[in-house]
């Protein structure tokens, strides 16, 4: 489980972050966004995406093997993670438009048993060097929930997630 952190944090430190911040907080909800401008155009980039077993994290899955997650990219499809004698549903796409847009409802992680209400946005925007990734995260919940108080950890992890994913889109195209 070390090594995979220390694996994933020098992916991520790797990613080519344009930008991360916390948009909006507040004990009932928090806005996060991070951006990535990503050396490879938007379709490779979404194939990429699409694909969470080779790019996500093997410390931020239940399973502790990143190739049981997989991914539908359509209305209705599962973001999901299935291994011998469990499974858990990440999210559920509520839109997708390929190679440009990909949209979950998930509350990702310990979020889950908080009960409150997430969505997770991927945007994927042609550049003149390959594409700019913007991930906006949302989180809502009732003010008992304090998710102000969560937001600098969930930004940090959601980082890592979607830095591997920028970083693995880069090095694909190496």
């Given at each position: 489980m070390i090594r995979a952190w220390m694996t994933t944090l020098a992916i991520a430190a790797a990613a080519p972050t344009v930008s991360a911040e916390v948009v909006q907080s507040s004990p009932a909800g928090v806005t996060l966004q991070h951006r990535y401008d990503i050396d490879a155009a938007p379709a490779e980039a979404w194939q990429v995406l699409?694909?969470?077993e080779s790019w996500w994290p093997q410390d931020h899955n239940w399973s502790g093997d990143s190739s049981n997650m997989s991914l539908a990219p359509e209305a209705g499809g599962c973001f999901c993670e299935q291994w011998d004698g469990g499974s858990v549903e990440h999210g559920r796409v509520v839109f997708a438009i390929a190679p440009r847009l990909l949209r979950f409802e998930g509350a990702l992680g310990p979020l889950q048993e908080m009960a409150v209400s997430a969505v997770l946005t991927v945007s994927l925007e042609p550049t003149e060097s390959g594409t700019k990734?913007?991930?906006?995260?949302?989180i809502s919940g009732d003010a008992s929930h304090a998710v102000d108080q969560l937001a600098p950890v969930v930004d940090q992890v959601v980082g890592q997630q979607y830095g591997a994913f920028a970083a693995h889109a880069s090095r694909d195209r190496k």
């Open positions: 699409i694909h969470p990734a913007v991930v906006t995260y949302r």
